[in-house]
């Protein structure tokens, strides 16, 4: 079993920095894939970021080179580092994790919010 808290948001101006945390417990598992998600006022939930159990890692385009995912396994979280934040990356941010023989599991979201 498998449970994650997301932390790390907040509100900020645009071109500031936040950095979100993952925080997995349940014991030792093996996490194939690990992504964080954003769902803005009004839109679909998107993917954002993911990192495979390879350390490949994929971005949106309107993310990349300004925000960077990755992972601590000696502390079982991961992590999204966001920098140059703009008012479009407000919304609510999820992690989720793919884990052989579990399936998936979503956090509970924390909101980021960008002002001009």
């Not at 998600?37 to 990349?64: C, F, H, L, M």
């Amino acid at each position: 079993q498998v449970q994650l808290v997301e932390s790390g948001g907040g509100s900020v101006q645009a071109g500031g920095s936040l950095r979100l945390s993952c925080a997995a417990t349940g014991g030792r598992f093996s996490v194939n894939l690990m992504g964080w998600y954003r769902q803005g006022p009004g839109k679909e939930r998107d993917v954002i970021a993911n990192i495979t159990r390879d350390g490949t890692v994929n971005y949106a385009d309107s993310v990349k080179g300004r925000f960077t995912i990755s992972r601590d396994n000696a502390k079982n979280t991961g992590y999204l580092q966001m920098n140059d934040l703009k008012p479009e990356d407000t919304g609510v941010y999820y992690c989720a994790v793919i884990v052989s023989s579990i399936g998936t599991t979503w956090g509970k979201g924390t909101l980021v919010t960008v002002s001009s």
